[in-house]
């Protein structure tokens, strides 16, 4: 009885999400325009082939880059002609209220990546670069 008043009384204060996507920080608010290629400033939507996506991205500026997406799934990023992925600088939940599942950030010099996305389920996956 006491764990299920405490679970209740935790859903209530979270309240629950009238729409989604409608109140994004200002680094994500590209997560609403759908564009071409995996970059800053809109989303892309890419087929899942074999469990998986791979593609490339090129940085311009140093910094902290982050790699949202719409679904579980393992997210690795590697330096041109690198077979050694990035190593991972922090993760952390999508916003509330949104579709965004997680985002992944790697520390990164200007130069081209590749970005390989496993373990997926599903035809298509929703990504979108973030940069500080």
Request: aromatic letters at 4%.
């Amino acid at each position: 009885m006491i764990l299920m008043t405490a679970l209740a009384l935790g859903m209530a204060a979270q309240g629950r999400c009238t729409a989604l996507d409608t109140r994004l920080p200002r680094p994500l608010a590209g997560w609403k325009r759908e564009g071409r290629g995996l970059d800053t400033g809109h989303a892309v939507t890419l087929p899942i082939r074999g469990g998986g996506i791979e593609t490339r991205i090129a940085i311009r500026k140093a910094g902290t880059v982050g790699i949202a997406i719409d679904r579980a799934g393992w997210i690795d990023a590697f330096a041109a002609g690198d077979r050694r992925a990035l190593r991972m600088a922090s993760e952390r939940r999508g916003p509330r209220c949104s579709t965004i599942h997680k985002i992944l950030y790697y520390r990164m010099r200007p130069g081209t990546y590749r970005v390989t996305v496993n373990r997926l389920k599903g035809d298509r996956a929703k990504l979108m670069l973030t940069h500080d």
